[in-house]
């Protein structure tokens, strides 16, 4: 970025030149009289730029004028355009200027600017696009709505223009590259698009309503395929979250969608767009989908009089093929899939009362619907049919897996029947294993200290980097992340998963079947002749997969796994006990995550309140009373935490999703040595805390006082 600078002996003349007036007639912007006019002003007052002088007196925009010089001059300095954009003083910039250039010769103009209060963030970003647009302009080159990340110094032209080519190569969104390949945030990505479309930015928010009546008459369809939804509707206007506030073809059908009415518009990226429609679906198919299960359930309390009678156990005969029980089987997995449930179980209860069917949500079962006793046995055989095993063995347990197709996506389900007491009842369990995108890393909701540690942890060439937890506490969804941080063409990326529940572009994934001989171990070993840069393994359940492990750490790749242990120093002991060589394995760690899964407050009813002492006192416990004091947080008036009332989101319980509470200790040279010489956990723990690492209650703690969640579930989630 080019910017103006001076010596305090020879300050900047920013005086009006003649060319200056007659660039300005020349292009038609001014005639000889505004000219003579601009000329006067300017002599009462020599210190500003005519150009400015113009633009005060109404002759000719900021935005005319800027174009103009940087036509004729090729790039304006900041400091200039600045002053051209009537946003400061030459007094203030040549004061700027000589503090720079003798106090701070390595702060950016703009910096100090904004730390001066001279002018915002969003001027700032306003001038740097402007400066960055004129000078596209001029080289003829047409400017990108990303242009503004170069200016503000995110990353350098032929990192965008490489971004640009691989987005297209790989048909993936430019945002998403640059956020995860690049590192930048979501806001400096908003920032740039809010400057290039004059508007402004925003994000996915779970509290931001969407109002009904903005929806009638629209097609939802029609909205996730354009990549628009109105938010806010008025007697006089229309407020519209869109991808592209420049696409006339939309902007045309809002106008037919709401005639008469003004478009206010906001730029937003289309995964937030798509989650904002995806909500008014999930709301609109929860009444639709309560609608279909009345009718199928009233179709089936039809049956009762016309079906014949089992004698000997009194219930009814029906085909598992029957077409109300194939609805039945088919809404109940829509359903679980849309109210984002992990488990589904299915209870029958004999012939004299209902099967009850509950779902698991966000670590918590429910129950979600009763099907009358009489079709117990048809429900199980519907699903040991999609299931592809033995409808007729009701005796001992069975496991397979279920494809299922959606409007928009197949997913799979692990299956387990289980014969349980009664006349041949037999409970089922349907775990979800949808093949889901990754999660940002950032979207782990880690500490400052432990994202920043991990993703060094990531950047290292080889070595051993373990998560830690008990099932279902995330692990997975953990490592996938990880990979999506370090996910690039340059990088060769094996897994070894069982099953495969999340996919990612990119990485070469291995579902492995220990019924063949193809265990982790093996799939490990095959990795190891394919060239890999980063393996990552979903288990390690034995000595021998821990062994080839730590081998290929040491080896020159970079090796990711999970444990069932209950912390991370515990993680370290738990293999010092299966005998790994103390040496080797010190020197292959890198460092182990541990985590749980915690219930978050609902966002659309969480409130502040004042709690008791009492509260305060048992924070300050966990955490760890002397620790706790060094966070400076005082018990008074101004103390808060949070509290979900219920509402019907989160069907009244005050708790909606989940957050990961994590543990992270990094290796470094002084736990090596402590591993070397097979410490006690009490040993590792001692010195890790020393150094930074917050344990999960502590990490809870901090969560709770974000108002992420309450200590009831950190407790839940982390104590023993």
């Known amino acids: 970025m080019t910017q103006v600078s001076a010596s ?35 002599r009462k007052e020599p210190s500003v730029p005519f150009g400015n002088v113009c633009v005060e007196l109404g002759f000719v925009s900021s ?28 007094d203030q910039l040549e004061s700027v200027l000589q503090e720079q250039q003798t106090q ?40 990108d709505k990303f242009d503004a990340l170069v200016a503000m110094g995110c990353l350098d032209q032929g990192e965008l223009d490489t971004a640009l080519r691989e987005a297209r190569t790989r048909q993936r969104p430019v945002e998403t590259l640059l956020m995860e390949q690049y590192r930048l945030s979501k806001q400096e990505i908003g920032a740039a698009l809010s400057a290039f479309y004059l508007c402004p930015f925003m994000e996915y928010d779970d ?92 179709q089936l309390d039809g049956k009762d009089e016309d ?48 099967t009850r069917i509950r779902f698991r949500v966000d670590g918590r079962c429910f129950e979600y619907l009763q099907v009358p006793a009489a079709y117990r046995r048809a429900l199980v055989s519907r699903l040991k049919i999609m299931a592809h095993l033995d409808i007729s063995e009701r005796r001992k347990p069975q496991d397979g897996k279920i494809r299922f197709r959606l409007p928009s996506r197949e997913i799979e389900l692990r299956m387990a029947t289980i014969p349980t007491a009664g006349l041949a009842n037999e409970d089922v369990v349907l775990r979800i294993l949808a093949a889901e995108e990754p999660m940002a890393l950032d979207q782990l909701r880690m500490t400052s200290r432990n994202l920043k540690e991990f993703r060094a942890l990531l950047e290292k060439p080889h070595g051993l980097i373990l998560c830690a937890g008990p099932t279902g506490s995330g692990k997975t969804t ?42 982790f171990a093996a799939a490990m ?18 000595r021998e997969t821990a062994e080839v492990g730590i081998e290929a750490s040491l080896t020159g790749h970079l090796v990711l796994s999970t444990l069932h242990t209950n912390s991370a120093v515990e993680t370290v002991t738990r293999l010092l006990e299966m005998n790994m060589d103390p040496f080797n394995f010190a020197d292959a760690l890198l460092g182990v995550l541990a985590q749980r899964l915690a219930r978050t407050l609902c966002q659309d009813c969480k409130q502040s309140y004042h709690p008791a002492k009492d509260a305060y006192d048992a924070l300050a416990y966990g955490y760890g009373e002397a620790a706790f004091a060094r966070l400076g947080i005082s018990y008074d ?71 992420w969640t309450d200590y009831a579930q950190v407790k839940a989630a982390a104590m023993r």
């Open 307 to 354: 079906e014949s009678h089992n004698e000997t156990e009194g219930e009814i005969v029906i085909n598992e093929n029957d077409s109300a029980i194939v609805r039945l089987v088919n809404q109940v997995i829509t359903d679980a899939w849309k109210q984002r449930v992990s488990d589904i179980h299915i209870e029958p209860d004999g012939s004299q009362h209902n």
């Open 104 to 143: 701070n010769p390595r702060k950016k103009l703009g910096s100090l600017l904004v730390e001066k209060g001279l002018i915002d963030e969003a001027a700032l970003i306003r001038a740097l696009y402007e400066q960055s647009q004129q000078a596209n302009e001029c080289g003829q080159r047409k400017p």
């Open 478 to 519: 953990t490592l996938h992340s990880a990979l999506g941080a370090i996910n690039t063409p340059a990088r060769k990326i094996w897994t070894a998963e069982d099953p495969v529940e999340i996919t990612q572009r990119g990485l070469r994934q291995v579902q492995v079947n220990a019924k063949i001989g193809f265990n």
């Open 207 to 298: 509290r931001q309503p969407v109002a009904p009546d903005c929806m009638r008459g629209i097609n939802l369809n029609y909205l996730k395929s354009n990549y628009w939804i109105p938010l806010q509707v008025t007697e006089t206007r229309v407020e519209v979250l869109i991808d592209d506030p420049r696409a006339l073809d939309k902007i045309r059908d809002i106008k037919g969608l709401f005639p008469g009415k003004e478009i206010k518009c906001a730029v937003g990226l289309r995964e937030d767009i798509l989650k904002y429609v995806n909500r008014i679906s999930v709301n609109h198919d929860k009444k639709t989908a309560h609608e279909s299960l009345t009718a199928i359930l009233g």
């Open 525 to 542: 070993r095959a990795f190891l002749r394919a060239d890999p840069d980063v393996i990552m393994v979903g288990e390690i359940r034995d």
């Open 8 to 42: 305090p002996s020879h300050k900047p003349s920013f005086a009006a030149k003649p060319k200056v007036g007659e660039l300005l007639k020349r292009e038609g912007l001014l005639s000889q009289e505004q000219i003579t006019r601009g000329l006067a002003a300017h």
């Open 63 to 90: 935005t005319d004028l800027a174009k103009v010089l940087t036509k004729h001059h090729r790039r304006i300095p900041l400091g200039e355009l600045l002053l051209h954009l009537g946003l400061i003083s030459t």
């Open 637 to 707: 008036d101004r103390f808060l935490l949070y509290r979900g009332r219920g509402c019907g989101e989160c069907r009244q319980t005050g708790y909606k999703g989940r957050i990961g509470l994590h543990e992270l200790l990094v290796v470094t040279e002084e736990i090596r040595k402590l591993i070397h010489g097979r410490a006690t956990v009490a040993e590792l723990v001692e010195i890790a805390l020393q150094q930074g690492m917050t344990t999960l209650v502590q990490d809870g703690v901090l969560k709770t006082l974000d108002g």
